[in-house]
T-cell receptor, first 113, second 111 residues
C-alpha cells in the first residue's frame, strides 16, 4: 500500500515557467487537498477536492489550478511560476472531512528563480 | 474564523525531560482536534487525535486532552527521546474539509 505519492521530490523553475505537481493515492479516499508549507506559517490550503469532478479553492489559490478527473489523481498546476511560489508542497487525502486523519505525501520542494 | 495557535519554538530539551507544547483553538461548532508530527524530509503523519470534549488522545507516550472550556489541546510527554526531535503541528477540522493547522513547533532533544 503506497499511500499518497507525490512527484517530483525537488524542482527548480525559472520565473514564468509552468509545471504540474503530481499526486496519487491508492486508498480510495474521496477527499484530497494541496497545501504549501512556508517557515513560520504552518500549512496553508491551496485547493481541495471532495470527489472526482469537484474542486474548490482554499486559503491561497492564486497562481494555481487543479482538476480531479479520477478518484486517485489530483495534480496541481503552476501556470506561470513566481519566486513567491518557492515553497514545500504537500498533497493529502482522507476518508472524510471531520473525524479521520489526513494522509500526506512526502512533499515537493519547489524553488523558483 | 477558525484558527489554531501554537507556542512558538524552537523548544530545546534534554533527553528524559518533560514536554509540553501548548495549543489553543478558535472554532465554531464542535471541531475534531489533531496533533501531527513531521520528521526531517518527510510529510506530516498523525500522532494522535480527539473528536469530542474531554477525550484524551495518546500514542507513543504522547498525550493530549480536548478541553472545551479552555479551548485547548496541549501535547505532553513525560520523558522525551532524541528520536522525538521533529516539528509538531496542532490542527482542527470542523467538516467541509478545511483542516486548519497551527504554525508548527520545532522540538530539539539533546542527548
Amino acid at each position: 500500500n503506497a499511500g499518497v505519492t507525490q512527484t517530483p521530490k525537488f524542482q527548480v523553475l525559472k520565473t514564468g515557467q509552468s509545471m504540474t505537481l503530481q499526486c496519487a493515492q491508492d486508498m480510495n479516499h474521496e477527499y484530497m487537498s494541496w497545501y504549501r508549507q512556508d517557515p513560520g506559517m504552518g500549512l496553508r490550503l491551496i485547493h481541495y477536492s471532495v470527489g472526482a469532478g469537484i474542486t474548490d479553492q482554499g486559503e491561497v489559490p492564486n497562481g494555481y489550478n487543479v482538476s480531479r478527473s479520477t478518484t486517485e489523481d489530483f495534480p496541481l498546476r503552476l501556470l506561470s511560476a513566481a519566486p513567491s511560489q518557492t515553497s514545500v508542497y504537500f498533497c493529502a487525502s482522507s476518508w472524510d472531512s471531520l473525524n479521520t486523519e489526513a494522509f500526506f505525501g512526502q512533499g515537493t520542494r519547489l524553488t523558483v528563480v | 474564523g477558525n484558527s489554531v495557535t501554537q507556542m512558538e519554538g524552537p523548544v530545546t530539551l534534554s533527553e528524559e525531560a518533560f514536554l509540553t507544547i501548548n495549543c489553543t483553538y478558535t472554532a465554531t461548532g464542535y471541531p475534531s482536534l489533531f496533533w501531527y508530527v513531521q520528521y526531517p524530509g518527510e510529510g506530516l503523519q498523525l500522532l494522535l487525535k480527539a473528536t469530542k470534549a474531554d477525550d484524551k488522545g495518546s500514542n507513543k507516550g504522547f498525550e493530549a486532552t480536548y478541553r472545551k472550556e479552555t479551548t485547548s489541546f496541549h501535547l505532553e510527554k513525560g520523558s522525551v527521546q532524541v528520536s522525538d526531535s521533529a516539528v509538531y503541528f496542532c490542527a482542527l477540522t470542523t467538516g467541509g474539509f478545511k483542516t486548519i493547522f497551527g504554525a508548527g513547533t520545532r522540538l530539539f532533544v539533546k542527548a
